[in-house]
């Protein structure tokens, strides 16, 4: 079954340092989205992708945060300068055209740790 | 989109059946309710998904009165690994999608 996958699965940085979470979607989805969850807190909408451009943001992905899809196949979040409260799982998530609002596939998780 | 409200907890017994209502009173004509299961340090799993009546696939049931102003997600016999948190979405299909929002679910712990 095709899944999306993320890396890397553990990353600790120090803070102020830029970092680079990975995701390869599920080859024939073109909706692509960023998640995240702060430990013991709710799933945290960050951004959506679609057509090579955002399509939504939430007031959480300020200038700090970038998407890009540099090469057809990953789906790259890309924090400037973390920060101590950035620390939380990082979920990718993609799914098809043509499906509901729901039917989100989500990778494991990428865990961020900023000290 | 709609704001929904769910129990925060509910504990059950192995091999019971649970029920878990999700409230949506905002809930807009060509909304769908959604519901995602997670489990701890894992990506939310969607689960069901639904506009009227009933659903039913392999997993659960969800249950959608007429006024579509709340749902239940219905869980048949439980199990341990069943204990995770389950989420109710509520949004467009088609522009809701591009914003998929979740609240802040219900942790259902499944006892021995």
């Known amino acids: 079954e095709p899944e999306v996958t993320q890396t890397p699965s553990h990353q600790v940085t120090q803070m102020g340092q830029e970092v680079i979470l990975r995701c390869v979607p599920i080859s024939n989805h073109l909706y692509f989205y960023w998640y995240r969850q702060i430990l013991g807190q709710k799933v945290e909408f960050l951004v959506s992708f679609y057509n090579n451009e955002i399509s939504e943001k939430s007031e959480i992905f300020d200038d700090q945060f970038s998407v890009e899809r540099p090469d057809g196949s990953n789906f790259t979040l890309k924090i400037r300068s973390t920060k101590l409260e950035d620390s939380a799982m990082y979920f990718c998530?993609?799914?098809?055209?043509?499906?509901?609002?729901?039917?989100?596939?989500f990778g494991e998780g990428s865990r961020l740790t900023v000290l | 989109l709609a704001k929904t409200t769910q129990p925060i907890s509910m504990d059950s017994y192995e091999g019971q059946e649970v029920n878990i209502t999700c409230s949506h009173n905002n809930i807009a004509t060509n909304d769908y309710i959604t519901w995602y299961q997670q489990f701890p340090s894992q990506g939310p799993r969607f689960i069901i998904q639904?506009?009227?009546t009933k659903v039913t696939n392999e997993v659960a049931s969800l249950f959608i009165p007429a006024d579509r102003k709340s749902s239940t997600l219905s869980l048949p016999r439980v199990s341990l690994s069943d204990t995770a948190v389950y989420y109710c979405?509520?949004?467009?299909?088609?522009?809701?999608?591009?914003?998929?929002?979740f609240g802040a679910g219900t942790r259902l712990f499944v006892k021995a």
């Open positions: 998530a993609s799914r098809p055209e043509g499906a509901g609002a729901g039917e989100l596939f």
């Open positions: 979405l509520v949004g467009d299909r088609n522009t809701g999608g591009f914003k998929t929002i």
């Open positions: 639904g506009y009227k």
